[in-house]
């Protein structure tokens, strides 16, 4: 999710708020259309990069082991960037939606980001990245979802000035299995 707020109170109910929906993503296989590209990035070719970077430091050297903190840190790099994959399932699994009467909600363990569902002003089914159907809410998304869906189904789209660091643009339920009660849901 977006930087986690150390100030922001857990998630609850607010006095009369009610849940419409609530579900988690079905399914998060660790490739899958919307993140091949990002994962043969992250897999293949920045890794070659940095390998060839570190052979030519090597062979570019003068005396034994000049290079050797920065050939070390391009790898520990290299190896950490081919890990965030496996870093993004992990956390859309960990993931909970939530659509109350007047919210909708992304929640993950305690960190948590809401769109009022009075400021929604599209909720949209997205289908072809993914094996199951993604439910964007707000108009503000869908560009986003079509250059990163999954890097942004994990990062809350927020408005760094202002106060209240729960509040999202926008919100990504990823994969989730009935996106028609999702949507119904969200226009209540």
């Known amino acids: 999710m977006a930087e986690k707020n150390e100030h ?4 609850s109910l607010e ?3 009610r849940v419409r929906w609530r579900g988690k993503a079905v399914e998060v296989p660790l490739i899958e259309a919307a993140a091949k590209k990002e994962i043969a990035m992250k897999w293949c070719v920045i ?3 940095v390998l ?3 052979v030519l430091l090597a062979k570019n050297g003068s005396g034994a082991g000049s290079n050797a903190i ?3 840190g391009m790898g520990i790099f290299a190896v950490l960037l081919a890990l965030t994959p496996f870093q993004t399932v992990k956390m859309i699994r960990s993931q909970e939606y939530i659509v109350t009467d007047r919210r909708a909600v992304v929640k993950q363990g305690k960190t948590w980001f809401y769109v009022d569902l009075n400021e929604v002003d599209r909720a949209e089914a997205v289908s072809g990245q993914t094996k199951y159907v993604c439910v964007l809410t707000g108009s503000v998304m869908e560009k986003e979802a079509k250059k990163q869906l999954r890097w942004r189904a994990t990062h809350a789209m927020v408005d760094e000035l202002e106060e209240d660091r729960n509040h999202a643009k926008g919100l990504i339920f990823y994969n989730v299995e009935d996106p028609g009660r999702v949507i119904e849901a969200i226009r209540g």
């Open 8 to 11: 922001a109170k857990d998630f």
């Open 47 to 49: 890794p070659l990069l």
């Open 70 to 72: 920065i050939e070390w």
């Open 52 to 54: 060839f970077f570190i």
């Open 15 to 17: 006095p009369g708020e």
